[in-house]
């Protein structure tokens, strides 16, 4: 069955960094545009960024030159590099496919939590 299970959240002074990781399992990686999507509480899940099965990324204006995402598809992953964090990136960070590419499936995994005191 699909599975992503993200990992690499935490607590972060504004201005540092984290790195995101999410495990992909039951799709062929290689053919799934993948995002990182967020979810802060009160609101709806947003997607921040995706990258498609050649590598090329998009970004939402709000992390632009922040955040990097990335993918190794010999190792199912894709990676979330977020540097300058700012009080409103706080949320719980998620992957699946790229909903605009129609690839997101509709499982989640528990995500992972990222908190910037402000």
């Known amino acids: 069955q699909v599975q992503f299970v993200e990992s690499g959240g935490g607590l972060v002074q504004p201005g540092g960094s984290l790195r995101l990781s999410c495990a992909a399992s039951?799709?062929?990686?290689?053919?799934?545009?993948m995002g990182w999507y967020r979810q802060a509480p009160g609101k709806q899940r947003e997607l921040v960024a995706r990258?498609?099965?050649?590598?090329?990324?998009n970004y939402a204006d709000s992390v632009k030159g922040r955040f990097t995402i990335s993918r190794d598809s010999a190792k199912n992953t894709v990676v979330l590099q977020m540097n300058s964090l700012k009080p409103k990136d706080p949320a719980v960070y998620y992957c699946?496919?790229?909903?605009?590419?129609?690839?997101?499936?509709?499982?989640w995994g528990q995500g992972t939590q990222v908190t910037v005191p402000s």
């Open positions: 699946n496919g790229d909903v605009l590419a129609n690839h997101q499936t509709t499982t």
């Open positions: 039951g799709i062929i990686f290689s053919r799934y545009a």
């Open positions: 990258i498609t099965t050649g590598g090329s990324a």
